[in-house]
């Protein structure tokens, strides 16, 4: 993504014209302009919600590895406390 920051969106650009004409060259200009901006704000947003992802991963992953891992003990333990209520009560 930061090698292409700056190219307009969808590769979207008006060419110049080969006689100088102001009106033209000015329409030109502030449409490729316009495309380039487009491209680098959807770019920018694309990057930080992929870094954002990643520090979601980051910090979520040893949470989800030990809540798997206790998983079966936390079964043994519904199982048995279920059993207990059942012929107890």
Do not use: Q
């Not at 947003?45 to 798997?68: E, H, M, N």
């Amino acid at each position: 993504m930061f090698g292409n920051f700056f190219t307009p969106w969808k590769r979207l650009a008006d060419s110049y014209p080969e006689k100088f004409s102001f009106k033209t060259y000015l329409s030109a200009f502030l449409a490729n302009t316009i495309m380039r901006t487009v491209g680098m704000v959807l770019r920018l947003i694309i990057i930080l919600f992929g870094v954002a992802c990643c520090i979601a991963f980051i910090i979520f992953l040893p949470i989800s590895i030990v809540i798997w891992l206790a998983l079966p003990l936390i079964i043994i333990f519904l199982i048995v406390s279920g059993l207990i209520l059942i012929i107890f009560s």
